[in-house]
């Protein structure tokens, strides 16, 4: 356990959390909150060193714990790395669940287009030569899927990966839908067609989209999101590439709640857009 003082705060770290203390006009150093994650970690500017933080009374209580991970970077000067290029989609997803999470990170920007991702510094993190890639100080990973899980994972309050094993179960699935079926389909398609990749068929490409996109445009009819009545890495997974759908000349038009889930995204605290997406969720070709 370490403890900090930072008038008007004391921090205590244990193995994995900190605890936040207002150190108060009776020096009360019982933590009597348990603050919102999310919430708290929105609220507090975004900069390294704990004499930078600071509370705003009327927003977050001054009594709080939150998982350690969204604060490491903060406490101990090292910032999470997020090596990605903008025109990926898996880059993207990470990013924005970062974003949605109130995490602060560095953006690494890797040039697809110069070949970096095949170089041997970039292969020493990540053997595939792929993007995205975090970097959170001890653990080096790759694969959208597997770091949304693990960031979801350590926020530790279920809300965007579930503890229970059957709604994992539901959230994995599509975990496994965007690696397999989206990136089949309208992915495929946007390779092909924006950036050239011809030896992806396009057909093949154009008849998994309509199978994927049928296939949630019938499961988001009676539901707001892809599991759990709530937003999880479930939605954040698929969500790229299918909203990218009309850079691989796929039209959207005719999947109303595809589009209006979409939309439900976009309007999360937090959503940051990814160059292209917006314009090409609106895309009639
Ligand atoms: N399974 C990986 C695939 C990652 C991937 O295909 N990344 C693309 C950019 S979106 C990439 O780095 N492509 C370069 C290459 O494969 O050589 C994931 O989901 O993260």
């Given at each position: 356990?370490?403890?900090?003082?930072?008038?008007p705060?004391?921090?205590?770290?244990t193995?994995?959390?900190l605890?936040?203390?207002?150190?108060?006009?009776?020096?009360?150093?019982?933590?009597?909150?348990q603050?919102d994650?999310q919430r708290?970690?929105?609220?507090?500017?975004?900069?390294?060193g704990?004499?930078?933080?600071?509370?705003?009374?009327?927003?977050?209580?001054p009594?709080?714990?939150c998982?350690?991970s969204?604060f490491?970077?903060?406490?101990?000067?090292f910032?999470?790395?997020?090596?990605?290029h903008?025109?990926?989609g898996?880059?993207?997803k990470?990013r924005?669940?970062?974003?949605?999470l109130?995490v602060?990170?560095e953006w690494?920007?890797?040039?697809?287009?110069?070949?970096?991702?095949?170089?041997?510094?970039?292969?020493?993190?990540?053997?595939?030569?792929?993007?995205p890639?975090?970097?959170?100080g001890?653990?080096?990973?790759?694969?959208a899927?597997?770091?949304?899980?693990?960031?979801?994972?350590?926020?530790?309050d279920?809300?965007?990966f579930?503890i229970?094993?059957?709604e994992?179960?539901?959230?994995?699935?599509?975990?496994?839908?965007?690696?397999g079926?989206?990136?089949?389909?309208?992915?495929?398609?946007?390779l092909?067609?924006?950036?050239g990749?011809?030896?992806i068929?396009?057909?093949?490409?154009?008849?998994?989209?309509?199978f994927?996109l049928?296939?949630l445009?019938r499961?988001?009819?009676?539901?707001?999101w892809?599991?759990l009545?709530r937003?999880?890495?479930?939605d954040?997974?698929?969500?790229?590439?299918v909203?990218?759908?009309?850079?691989?000349?796929i039209?959207?038009?005719?999947?109303?709640?595809?589009?209006?889930?979409?939309?439900?995204?976009?309007a999360?605290?937090g959503?940051?857009?990814?160059?292209?997406?917006?314009?090409?969720?609106?895309?009639?070709?």
């Amino acid at each position: 356990m370490r403890r900090f003082h930072d008038d008007p705060l004391t921090y205590i770290v244990t193995d994995d959390r900190l605890y936040l203390f207002d150190n108060g006009e009776h020096g009360n150093t019982t933590p009597q909150w348990q603050a919102d994650d999310q919430r708290a970690s929105r609220s507090r500017p975004m900069r390294a060193g704990p004499s930078e933080i600071s509370f705003p009374s009327d927003d977050v209580h001054p009594q709080a714990f939150c998982t350690l991970s969204t604060f490491s970077s903060l406490l101990f000067g090292f910032m999470i790395k997020l090596y990605g290029h903008e025109l990926s989609g898996n880059s993207y997803k990470v990013r924005l669940l970062l974003e949605l999470l109130g995490v602060p990170y560095e953006w690494v920007r890797v040039d697809l287009m110069q070949g970096e991702h095949k170089s041997s510094p970039f292969l020493a993190l990540n053997p595939f030569g792929q993007v995205p890639v975090l970097d959170d100080g001890d653990n080096t990973l790759s694969d959208a899927q597997a770091i949304l899980l693990y960031l979801a994972a350590r926020q530790g309050d279920g809300q965007w990966f579930p503890i229970g094993p059957l709604e994992q179960a539901r959230v994995v699935r599509w975990l496994s839908t965007a690696a397999g079926e989206v990136r089949q389909g309208p992915e495929s398609a946007r390779l092909h067609h924006l950036f050239g990749v011809k030896a992806i068929p396009i057909e093949r490409a154009q008849e998994k989209a309509a199978f994927i996109l049928d296939q949630l445009e019938r499961h988001l009819s009676d539901r707001d999101w892809l599991e759990l009545d709530r937003p999880t890495i479930a939605d954040i997974a698929v969500f790229p590439y299918v909203a990218l759908s009309g850079g691989g000349g796929i039209d959207l038009a005719p999947y109303p709640y595809v589009r209006a889930w979409i939309g439900r995204i976009q309007a999360l605290p937090g959503y940051v857009p990814m160059t292209g997406l917006e314009a090409a969720a609106e895309t009639q070709p």
